[in-house]
């Protein structure tokens, strides 16, 4: 890499905007970092901040702008606040990156700015894809953006594709570790905890994304960023479970070739070359060594058991808004089994129910996104005193 690329990282305190900075640690010639935000998590901001001092910082939780803004202002780096201000700060000219590692539908309209202004994406929050992929995909190819992917499958399909993007696609596997719950019937899954949800098998996630997991919600969430990042149909896109993580994703051409990336699970790797593409820079990562995996198995996802797969799928086929239905009351959801409210299975049931209760559009606006995301999540709320 010739040039320092300057990088705003939207959501820097969570899991990936801190990997985010470790990977900008090793490689202070190549990145420099121009923005940092968070939501809550104040005293983490700060010390990022006072570490690599960027241009500005973001607090989007209004009530602790005060103590971010005593503790930088002297150090000469900006201090703003509120959602606005997040939407707002992506636009700036110094900026050549937009990591965007916002947990939710929140990273939505942050990156819708961030790509009208012309800025790279690397993105972590595949939620932005779910909710409104046609418009985001169309606003790329207007403003000549690319959209690099963060989340390790999708990683992996791109890293698959490169030298290849003259060979159609004929369909690409998504893998799944399937969780802490691989295997289970509905009987056990009736009863488990938010602490069992929490214990991911082989990846350190957020709280958010790790439940997702554990529900395969998460994979379903691909599938569909899947179809929008790469231009496929639902017919193109398969899952299966491959409980190691080493075998990150595939792709299958026409010729029946399949190609194949591997690694251990370190979601560093996917951000340093999202971030770094078309170069892969030198890392002192832990290398994958074939002998102490010696089994590489593969099975068939439980549909049935794990319903929010397929609700995803069937979204995904429906098109509209459908998935922005889905999305939204899954966040509902997920919420409400960490607070305790709703069962682990419930969750499948409130998601279903909710978006049977809002008219389908089929060619939704950003508009209609949004009010379809207002009008579910009112409705998931008031599901969960039906489950509790």
């Known amino acids: 890499m010739s040039e320092v690329k300057r990088v705003a990282i939207l959501g820097s305190t969570g899991s990936i905007g801190t990997q985010t900075l470790e990977v900008i640690r090793q490689h202070p010639e190549n990145f420099q970092v121009e923005v940092l935000t968070a939501q809550n998590n104040c005293d983490l901001l700060i010390k990022q901040a006072l570490e690599f001092q960027p241009n500005a910082v973001v607090i989007t939780n209004e009530s602790k702008y005060q103590v971010v803004r005593d503790a930088l202002i002297p150090h000469d780096i900006k201090v703003f606040a509120g959602p ?161 993580s080493i075998i990150h994703s595939l792709v299958q051409f026409e010729d029946g070739s399949i190609k194949a990336q591997l690694g251990l699970p370190d979601m560093r790797i996917p951000i340093q070359f999202a971030m770094s593409y078309p170069d892969r820079l030198k890392s002192d990562f ?69 978006m049977n209760r809002v008219d389908f559009i089929t060619h939704p606006s950003l508009s209609d996104y949004v009010s379809s995301d207002e009008e579910v999540r009112a409705i998931s709320y008031e599901l969960i005193k039906k489950y509790k």
């Open 84 to 244: 606005k201000a997040l939407a707002q700060v992506v636009e700036m000219e110094t900026i050549d990156v937009v990591l965007t590692a916002l947990v939710g539908y929140a990273g939505l309209i942050p990156t819708v700015h961030a790509i009208k202004a012309g800025k790279q994406i690397a993105l972590a929050n595949k939620e932005t894809l779910v909710v409104a992929g046609e418009i985001i995909t169309q606003l790329a190819k207007e403003h000549a953006v690319n959209i690099y992917p963060v989340d390790s499958e999708h990683s992996a399909i791109f890293q698959c594709l490169v030298g290849e993007w003259h060979n159609p696609i004929e369909k690409i596997i998504l893998t799944a570790s399937g969780g802490p719950f691989r295997g289970k019937d509905r009987e056990f899954l009736a009863s488990v905890t938010k602490e069992q949800a929490l214990k991911h098998p082989n990846w350190d996630m957020g709280a958010k994304i790790t439940i997702d997991s554990a529900s395969l919600m998460n994979k379903g969430l691909e599938v569909i960023e899947a179809k929008w990042l790469f231009g496929l149909t639902p017919e193109q896109i398969d899952v299966v479970v491959h409980p190691q």
């Open 286 to 354: 832990e290398r994958f060594d074939f002998l102490n995996y010696p089994n590489l198995t593969f099975e068939k996802p439980d549909l049935k058991t794990f319903r929010n797969l397929q609700l995803a799928f069937d979204a995904l086929h429906k098109g509209g808004n459908a998935a922005c239905l889905l999305n939204a009351s899954n966040e509902v959801a997920v919420e409400a089994f960490l607070k305790d409210e709703i069962g682990f299975l419930q969750m499948s049931d409130l998601i279903e129910d909710a």
